[in-house]
């Protein structure tokens, strides 16, 4: 039977209108690799929460907004204007529960990094302003294709999937992680620095990518392994 794969979803309004919306390509994403996307709107009741985690298999963070530095101890800076309190609550939430009771959790762009805030780690506010002689992380045009590249870290779940040292990927963001959660390692970085992956150092799957596999997988069919691993392992 194919898993269950909750996909969180972003803020949004239409005419004033409040909305919880989420691109396509995660759900395309999803189906192309054997699993049953859920859309999961933004709740602020745990109970609704706990519910989620007695059906689903697997759960997707998907990119948006900034995540507070309010979470990691911190104000924020002026290059910080795009926050959902609502959004990054109930994401701590999902990560803390889902990792208790042993969901494999996989983090895109923003997915990466509130993992690595709700285990206890930090971000780079704004890598423009806080990573001397950072590359370019933000493509103004479509991210179907590659824009820069990464190197892989060997023993990593990104170089068992890809078989590679080094891969072109997309990138549309402006903050990345920087100090590690617990028990978690990086397994791929730009040629920059900027943390690009990371992963569980235990027996929990945790996966994180910087970059977003789930636009790339229209031109670049290799990087569908990404969500085959991960769907491989919900159960």
């Known amino acids: ?3 269950l794969i909750g996909l969180t979803s972003r803020h949004g309004y239409s005419n004033s209108i409040k909305l919880n919306k989420i691109n396509n390509t995660y759900i395309d994403a999803i189906q192309r690799a054997g699993g049953v996307p859920i859309i999961l709107p933004v709740v602020d009741e745990k109970e609704s929460i706990d519910r989620y985690l007695d059906v689903l298999q697997g759960i997707v963070l998907t990119g948006g907004e900034d995540v507070s530095p309010l979470l990691y101890g911190q104000e924020p800076s002026r290059e910080v204007d795009t926050i959902s309190f609502d959004r990054d609550r109930m994401e ?3 990560i803390k529960k889902a990792y208790a009771k042993d969901i494999p959790i996989l983090g895109i762009c923003r997915g ?4 690595n805030v709700a285990l206890g780690g930090t971000l780079y506010q704004d890598i423009y302003k806080e ?3 950072s590359l370019g992380h ?3 045009f479509s991210i179907g294709g590659g824009y820069h590249s990464i190197d ?3 023993d990593s779940i990104l170089y068992e999937i890809f078989n590679k040292e080094r891969i072109q990927v997309n990138s549309q963001h402006h903050q990345s992680v920087k100090d590690l959660g617990e028990n ?3 397994n791929a970085y730009s040629l920059d620095g900027v943390i690009e992956g990371i992963e569980s150092t235990n027996e929990k799957f945790v996966l994180g990518t910087q ?3 789930e636009a790339m997988i229209y031109r670049h069919k290799e990087i569908l392994n990404i969500f085959k691993y991960f769907v491989s392992r919900c159960k």
Not at 112 to 115: D, G, N, R, S
């Open 152 to 154: 892989i870290v060997k």
């Open 211 to 213: 970059f977003h596999p």
């Open 138 to 140: 933000i493509s103004p």
């Open 92 to 94: 701590m939430e999902i």
């Open 1 to 3: 039977m194919k898993p």
């Open 184 to 186: 978690l390692k990086v």
């Open 112 to 115: 990466i990094q509130i993992i």
């Open 131 to 133: 990573i001397p002689d």
